[in-house]
């Protein structure tokens, strides 16, 4: 048994059953066609965690007014799971945005209180060019399975966080008339909360910077 700070993470032996299982799941015997329904035969016992976890968070804030944002989405499978959680937990919530932040090209602006670690440099975790259109896509489809499928309800913002989120909330102050933010503020506060996920390590400039973004925020 080695030092916690010093073990490798994953050990060797989760190195060797991840490479298995992505072996056993390139030469699957199973149709295309049946592919999608029975996914979850290659779930790792840490994504069923990570599953379990985002419902939990889900279900906290089924009973305040807000969008959900995600930042630092990568290939977007929070996204896709928040869109499956607010179809089945509150399918007629048509004002639950999903909101997804990412340079789509990498890590952006790293801060040395970002640590040493050897995966966190500037473009790292970057995507294959294009994907954002490819993503898209994807989330379009799982809302036409959803609920309330003809109000699209997912944003991608792609550029540097901190930039794009205040972008994204100037797009908002801009649809808003003053008279409705006042309502908002006046009746209920819980309603003018955004539903503020960082559900990732993406540098600490970045965190930092959407905090602020959120305290100054005229819909908070
Ligand atoms: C660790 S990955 C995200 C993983 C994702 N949440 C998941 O669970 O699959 C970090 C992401 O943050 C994005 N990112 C890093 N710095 C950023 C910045 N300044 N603005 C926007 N996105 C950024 C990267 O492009 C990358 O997709």
């Known amino acids: 048994m080695t030092d916690v700070s010093e073990s490798p993470r994953p050990s060797k032996q989760e190195e060797a059953a991840r490479f298995a299982l992505r072996s056993l799941f390139e030469r699957r015997p199973i149709p295309d066609a049946d592919l999608l329904d029975h996914l979850e035969l290659f779930l790792r016992p840490q994504r069923i965690a990570e599953l379990l976890a985002l419902s939990d968070v889900y279900q906290r804030i089924l ?3 807000g969008v959900v ?3 630092g989405v990568r290939w977007g499978r929070h996204l896709s799971v928040f869109s499956g959680l607010r179809a089945t937990l509150e399918p007629s919530n048509f004002y639950r945005r999903i909101v997804g932040f990412d340079t789509f090209a990498g890590f952006k602006g790293v ?3 970002d640590g ?3 995966r966190v440099h500037e473009g790292a975790m970057s995507v294959t060019s294009g994907y954002e259109a490819y993503l898209g896509e994807v989330l379009a489809l799982h809302e036409l399975e959803s609920p309330l499928s003809h109000i699209r309800r997912f944003e991608l913002c792609k550029g540097d966080a901190p930039a794009a989120l205040e972008a994204y909330l100037e797009g908002i102050r801009r649809r808003l008339s003053p008279s409705r933010i006042s309502t908002w503020i006046s009746t209920d506060p819980r309603r003018t909360v955004l539903s503020f996920f960082s559900l990732t390590l993406c540098g600490a400039r970045f965190w930092r910077s959407t905090r602020r973004c959120t305290r ?3 819909v908070r």
């Open 69 to 71: 944002m995600e930042f």
């Open 216 to 218: 100054t925020s005229p």
């Open 111 to 113: 801060d040395v209180a």
């Open 116 to 118: 040493l670690s050897a």
């Open 63 to 65: 009973d305040v007014h």
